[in-house]
């Protein structure tokens, strides 16, 4: 099993920025991407961003150029970025890793942290 431990959420003002970080621990053989999805109240839980172990990115189109993911392989942590956030961006951000092993594929998920920004 791994342990997702998700860090950085809180309460921003409209064009301001957060950093979340999700470092992995544990059972860590065969993470290969790793990511953040968000979900609002009334919501359904949505990609933000995901990060392969060989650095290709892929994103949202409501965040383009405004989120950046990065990963730190060696600790096994992804980071999100996120800059001129705005009021549609409050939601809680929740972490997920992909683990491949042979033809399994496993997802897991972090417990979440609240985002909020006030306009």
């Known amino acids: 099993q791994v342990q997702l431990v998700e860090s950085g959420g809180g309460s921003v003002q409209a064009g301001g920025s957060l950093r979340l970080s999700c470092a992995a621990s544990g059972n860590i053989f065969g993470i290969n991407a790793m990511g953040w999805y968000r979900q609002a109240p009334g919501k359904e839980r949505e990609l933000v961003a995901t990060i392969t172990s060989g650095g290709n990115t892929n994103y949202a189109d409501s965040v383009k150029g405004r989120f950046t993911i990065t990963r730190d392989n060696a600790k096994n942590t992804v980071y999100l970025q996120m800059n001129s956030l705005e009021a549609e961006a409050t939601a809680v951000y929740y972490c997920?890793?992909?683990?491949?092993?042979?033809?399994?594929?496993?997802?897991?998920w972090g417990q979440g942290t609240q985002v909020t920004v006030s306009s």
């Open positions: 997920q890793v992909l683990k491949i092993i042979g033809s399994m594929r496993n997802y897991q």
